[in-house]
C-alpha cells in the first residue's frame, strides 16, 4: 500500500477528513491516535519480531489494532504528517524523569513548525503524555487532562515538562539536531533486545481518551480521572485478559495473555 493510501485509511479508521488543515486538526489527530491505538510493549515481551518498515507498522497499528510504543506509533504520525504537507522533522529524546541521569536517546519524537511556531508531537509516551502537540515556549498549556511546557535549559537542551503537584516535572530533555531513521534504529533496538530496558522487564499498556486514562504496569491497574486514581490488583489470567481485550481493545490471544501473566505479574505478586 502506498502511503498516500495509508494516509487515507489511517485518517479514515480515525474518523478525520482534511478538509481543513490546521491547528484543530493537528490536536485532534494526536487526541484521537493517542485514544484510539494503545501503548504498549506487548511485541517486545512475546519476543515478536518488531519492524519499523511503515507498510508493517501500518498493518500492526492500524488494521491489526496492536498498538505499540514510540517508535512505532510517532514513526507513523510522522509519516501520515508529511504526506499530507506538513513541515516535520524526526528528533531523539532521553526520558530522565525528572532525574539527572546519563539516559540513552530511545524515544522517538516529531518536530512540527506550523504558522511559524514549533511544536512536540508525541503520539507514543503513555499515560503522562500530551493529548495535542505541544508548543516550544515556557508557557503553561492546559490540556485538560494535564499542563505542559517545554523550556530551554541550554543552548542546545530542551526540557518537555508536566505539571504535578504544582511544579513542573521534566519527563524527557531533546535537542534539535539531526537524526535520522538509522539512529531510530539503534534506540529501538535497544528498547526492545537490551537486558537492563524498562521495556523488556515490564509490562506496559496505557490508553488515553480524554481525561480517561487507564493505565497497566506489572500486576497493577490504573484508572485516572478527575484527579482521582483508581488501583485495582491483577490477581488472575482471566483478569488481564479481559483488560487486555476489552479495555484496551487489542486483539490477541488467550495464550498470550497467560505468558504474561506467568512471567510479568505472578512474580510479583509473590513478592
Not at 511556531?117 to 490540556?143: K, N, W
Not at 497493577?220 to 476489552?246: K, P, S, W
Not at 490471544?253 to 513478592?271: M, W, Y
Amino acid at each position: 500500500m502506498e502511503l498516500a493510501a495509508m494516509t487515507e485509511a489511517y485518517l479514515q479508521d480515525l474518523g478525520m477528513t482534511t478538509d481543513t488543515l490546521d491547528m484543530a486538526f493537528l490536536q485532534s489527530l494526536q487526541s484521537r491516535h493517542i485514544a484510539k491505538h494503545s501503548f504498549n510493549n506487548l511485541a517486545v515481551l512475546t519476543g515478536q519480531e518488531m519492524s519499523l518498515e511503515l507498510p508493517e507498522l501500518f498493518r500492526k497499528i492500524v488494521q491489526k489494532k496492536r498498538g505499540g510504543y514510540c517508535f512505532e506509533h510517532n514513526k507513523l504520525v510522522f509519516n501520515v504528517l508529511q504526506q499530507l504537507g506538513f513541515d516535520v522533522r524526526l528528533l531523539l529524546a532521553r526520558v530522565v524523569y525528572n532525574r539527572e541521569i546519563d539516559s540513552p536517546r530511545t524515544h522517538r519524537i516529531t518536530l512540527l513548525r506550523f504558522k511559524g511556531l514549533e511544536y512536540i508531537v508525541d503520539a507514543g509516551f503513555g499515560h503522562d503524555g500530551a493529548r495535542m502537540p505541544v508548543q516550544l515556549s515556557e508557557t503553561s498549556q492546559d490540556h485538560g487532562d494535564n499542563s505542559y511546557r517545554i523550556i530551554k535549559k541550554d543552548e542546545q537542551t530542551y526540557h518537555y515538562q508536566i505539571l504535578k503537584d504544582g511544579e513542573f516535572f521534566t519527563l524527557y530533555t531533546f535537542d534539535k539536531n539531526s537524526y535520522t531513521d538509522a539512529d531510530c534504529t539503534l534506540g529501538h533496538f535497544y528498547s526492545h533486545r537490551h537486558p537492563d530496558a524498562v521495556f523488556v522487564n515490564n509490562l506496559v499498556v496505557c490508553r488515553k481518551e480524554g481525561n480517561d486514562i487507564r493505565s497497566l504496569r506489572n500486576h497493577q491497574f490504573y484508572h485516572i480521572q478527575q484527579g482521582g486514581t483508581e488501583i485495582t490488583r491483577i490477581i488472575d489470567v482471566q483478569q488481564l485478559y479481559l483488560l487486555l481485550t476489552q479495555t484496551f481493545e487489542l486483539d490477541i490471544e488467550l495464550a498470550v495473555a497467560e505468558f504474561l501473566f506467568s512471567n510479568f505479574i505472578s512474580p510479583r505478586l509473590e513478592n
